[in-house]
């Protein structure tokens, strides 16, 4: 079996889906210090956007752009807070525009690197707003100062290597996963990885967007046979977790559907959906939940969204696996 992934994002949705809120609004982010000049930048509210710092003898290294150039100019002004090195070094982990939309807000002198597959994506900057406007409900009107989409200076294709002075930063494309050109920052010697849309906390449901699991799975097996000091995982959306947990939980989720799915061949696209196990109908997992309580949000309100969230997002990777297999 296997499965053609698509050049563009899938624009469909399940019947009833809704997309996670992201607005910035209320964002602020908490700095977490895995080691000397190696911080998580992470997002007061799950799942708006963490980003990362990583700060060598020379340069520092930002995870992420931002939603909007206003997030864009408050994490700068945050990097200069953490860091007494020039920023020169922007790395985008997806194309996607909460990723990369404050890209232009960065002086010349930061150079943008990111994959090659991912770039390759930033071709039309309009329909990516109408895409990501659905993460900003009522607040559409935000991106309207996003008027240009600057790409990434410089790409690589399976591999790169920053040094930032007494720190080096491994970045890594494994395959197709959320995207086709999902980007890994890695730090070596402290074990931890940034790995944006492509793996979350174990537990949160990823999300399908380009073809079915296939690749993705692949792609997972290779990310942990190839890191493996691996750690800990500092994801674009959600709280930190266990690497190899991570990967395992994904790995796990992906080919459970892949074989109920391919079991459902007669049944229409909705009742396919319906049929497979959504493993959130019960709830979230116990570390999953420990490690959103800790956000401290009034009345569990972190743990109510991400609970419909991963119902949602479910729905549309059955619906993914639906179309990979039987178009
Ligand atoms: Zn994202």
């Known amino acids: 079996m296997s499965t053609k992934i698509p050049e563009r994002e899938s624009a469909e949705r399940p019947a009833g889906y809704q997309e996670p809120s992201l607005s910035p609004t209320g964002l602020e982010h908490i700095p977490h210090t895995f080691?000397?000049?190696?911080?998580?930048?992470?997002a007061n509210m799950p799942p708006k956007d963490n980003n990362g710092l990583i700060v060598g003898s020379r340069a520092a290294l930002l995870i992420d752009a931002g939603f909007t150039p206003q997030v864009a100019r408050r994490l700068q002004a945050q990097v200069a807070e953490l860091s007494d090195v020039p920023l020169r070094y922007l790395v985008n982990t997806t194309y996607h525009g909460d990723h990369t939309f404050g890209n232009a807000s960065y002086p010349e002198e930061v150079t943008v690197?990111?994959?090659?597959?991912?770039?390759?994506?930033?071709?039309?900057?309009?329909?990516?707003k109408q895409i990501r406007s659905g993460h900003l409900p009522g607040e559409e009107a935000l991106l309207d100062e996003v008027r240009s989409w600057r790409l990434?200076?410089?790409?690589?294709?399976?591999r790169a290597e920053i040094d930032l002075g007494g720190r080096i930063?491994?970045?890594?494309?494994?395959?197709?996963g959320n995207g086709p050109g999902d980007t890994v920052v890695y730090v070596p010697d402290v074990g931890v990885a940034w790995t944006g849309n492509y793996i979350t906390h174990a537990g949160v449901a990823p999300m399908l967007l380009q073809g079915g699991p296939e690749p993705y799975l692949q792609s997972l097996r290779k990310m942990r046979q190839t890191l493996p000091g691996l750690r800990t995982v500092v994801p674009g959306h959600g709280p930190m977790g266990d690497g190899p947990a991570a990967i395992d939980f994904l790995t796990t989720y992906f080919s459970r559907l892949l074989e109920e799915m391919a079991q459902l061949r007669d049944l229409e696209v909705e009742e396919a959906i319906a049929a497979t196990t959504n493993p959130w109908d019960q709830g979230l997992d116990?570390?999953?939940?420990?490690?959103?309580?800790?956000?401290?949000?009034?009345?569990?309100?972190?743990?109510?969204?991400?609970?419909?969230?991963?119902?949602?997002?479910?729905?549309?990777?059955?619906?993914?696996t639906y179309r990979a297999l039987y178009g």
């Open 113 to 128: 690197v990111s994959s090659r597959a991912n770039r390759d994506n930033m071709t039309d900057l309009a329909r990516e």
């Open 35 to 42: 080691a000397r000049g190696v911080h998580a930048l992470m």
């Open 152 to 158: 990434p200076d410089v790409t690589f294709d399976e």
């Open 169 to 176: 930063v491994q970045l890594w494309q494994f395959g197709p």
């Open 286 to 320: 116990p570390s999953l939940s420990a490690a959103l309580a800790a956000y401290g949000l009034p009345a569990g309100r972190a743990e109510k969204s991400m609970l419909e969230i991963c119902r949602n997002l479910h729905r549309l990777n059955a619906l993914a």
